[in-house]
């Protein structure tokens, strides 16, 4: 059974920063992707970004270039770093782990969810 936990969420003023963190349980983390999601009130949960077992990264038009996925696999844990942060950016972030031989920004492709961390901009 695969457990997520997600961590680092909190009430920031815009233009500020924050640290996701995304522990992992299970020994096959590295040969996965994993995502990130997020859901803001009364909106459908939508693509952040991706890291695959081989690094390759993608992201949401509306992160680019602010936000950065990492990990480290020897810690089973995932990241991410989000910098410039805007109000619209509040909303719940959930980190996610793909389907076997899947990479993808569809939210069907993910099949262990964690329980999600609040993230709050204030303007």
């Known amino acids: 059974q695969v457990q997520l936990v997600e961590s680092g969420g909190g009430l920031v003023q815009a233009g500020g920063s924050l640290r996701l963190s995304c522990a992992a349980s299970?020994?096959?983390?590295?040969?996965?992707?994993m995502g990130w999601f997020r859901q803001a009130p009364g909106k459908e949960r939508e693509f952040v970004a991706y890291i695959t077992w081989i690094y390759n990264t993608n992201y949401a038009d509306s992160v680019k270039g602010r936000f950065t996925i990492s990990r480290d696999n020897a810690k089973n844990t995932l990241y991410l770093q989000m910098n410039s942060l805007k109000p619209e950016d509040t909303a719940v972030y959930y980190c996610?782990?793909?389907?076997?031989?899947?990479?993808?920004?569809?939210?069907?492709?993910?099949?262990?969810w964690g329980q999600g961390t609040q993230v709050t901009v204030s303007s």
């Open positions: 996610a782990r793909s389907r076997a031989g899947t990479s993808g920004s569809s939210y069907s492709e993910y099949d262990y």
């Open positions: 299970g020994r096959t983390f590295s040969a996965y992707t």
